[in-house]
């Protein structure tokens, strides 16, 4: 179906359309999903809002392994309610994707033969405790600078569900700061633990914003449509220069001896990461790759009755509706 109505397209090359349409985003007018839009803005739309749902499910993943060992009741509440969320978050950006002409369940199967992405981030483990401080601060805190900005995306769904997201990914980051300056602040051996954390995240967090403007390849269209308003390297700048402050109050370190403030720029200057890891990750070569497509294709496999179940409801609730009109 999504090739069908990709192909369904008929007036993609309209030269007038596609004028009217690039006014509209001019403008900053909203493009709603029954308005006229060009072939490759459905597609990019699908592409990055579907990806960016599959992360926020995939992302549950290395989070939820902790919930059974959190230290205390409280840090257990508050990451099970994290993780709750971004099942939420899902939820909305998948709803926000259907509107594009494709279903949930396409989607998904995508996601499990490969053909759609999820963030490069998750495919890393989470191997200490000090871990989920780190991906609350330093994951959802890259998360949230790169969502700030698509509140003012040009598709209506997506803008509105990325203005909810964004209130909640905020509580995420918090939540993650307080764990990681807990453990920064405690024991020698758990400030060890939080900068083993720090040290292996670091990078990958910095991956999160795809790879740097000149290997970008949807940067140009997608910006002129203003499906992204920042380019990959600006938002990276934005995080590094917000969080090295923050490793200083910490009295943590990054592993980046690259990190100095440029008076002329004012920035901070950093290294790349390794972009070959990054570009291997995406291709399904990163530590945790195989897992967590594993583990999405048995949660999808044994839910399956649930999901006739509900269709089975669905479909007799309406025939008793026609039958008694
Ligand atoms: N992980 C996996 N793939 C990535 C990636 C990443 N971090 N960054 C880029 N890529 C892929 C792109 O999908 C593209 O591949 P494709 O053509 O096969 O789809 C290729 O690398 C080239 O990258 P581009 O810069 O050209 O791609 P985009 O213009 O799509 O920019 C992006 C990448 C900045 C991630 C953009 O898609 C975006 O802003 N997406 C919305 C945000 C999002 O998806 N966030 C997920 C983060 S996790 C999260 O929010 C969960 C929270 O709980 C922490």
Redesign the pocket.
């Known amino acids: 179906m999504y090739a069908q109505m990709v192909q369904s397209e008929a007036t993609k090359d309209d030269p007038e359309k596609l004028a009217a349409f690039q006014a509209r985003i001019d403008r900053d007018e909203k493009i709603e999903p029954k308005d006229w839009m060009p072939e490759g803005y459905r597609k ?1 739309l699908i ?3 579907g ?2 749902a599959h ?2 499910i995939v ?1 549950q993943l290395p989070e939820g392994n902790w919930i059974t060992r959190a230290p205390t009741l409280e840090r257990k509440a508050i990451l099970l309610a994290k993780v709750q969320d ?1 099942a939420g ?1 899902g939820l909305y950006l998948y709803c926000a994707t259907e509107t594009l002409g494709v279903s949930r369940d396409e989607l998904t199967e995508m996601l499990l033969d490969g053909r ?7 495919n890393y483990p989470t191997l200490n405790w000090a871990d989920i401080g780190a ?1 609350g601060w330093l ?2 805190g ?2 949230i600078i ?2 700030v900005p ?1 509140q003012r995306t040009s598709f209506g769904p997506y803008s509105r569900a990325m203005i909810r ?1 964004c209130k909640e ?1 905020s509580f ?1 980051a918090r939540q993650g700061f307080d764990a990681i300056r807990k453990m920064a602040e405690g024991t020698p051996e758990q400030k060890k633990m939080a900068q083993n954390a720090v040290d292996r995240l670091w990078f990958p967090a910095l ?5 740097s403007d000149k ?5 140009a269209q ?1 910006m002129a449509w203003k499906i ?1 308003m920042n380019t ?1 390297d600006e ?1 990276r700048q934005k995080f590094v220069d917000q969080t090295v402050p923050q490793i200083e109050f910490l009295g943590l370190d990054l592993p980046d001896d690259g990190i100095k403030w440029n008076e002329e720029r004012g920035h901070y200057d950093y290294s790349d990461p390794d972009w070959s890891e ?1 570009f291997d ?2 291709k399904g070569n990163g530590p945790c790759n195989v897992d967590r497509l594993a583990a999405r294709n048995k949660a999808w496999k044994d839910g399956a009755w649930v999901r006739d179940g509900l269709l089975a409801h669905a479909r007799k609730k309406a025939a008793a509706k026609v039958a008694a009109e």
């Open positions: 990019t592409r990055q809002i990806q960016h992360s926020e992302g971004e978050h759609m992405k999820y963030s490069s981030i998750f991906v994951v959802d890259a998360a790169n969502q698509l997201v990914e995420h991956m999160m914003f795809g790879p290997d970008s390849t949807h940067s997608s992204k990959n938002l990054f990750v995406i």
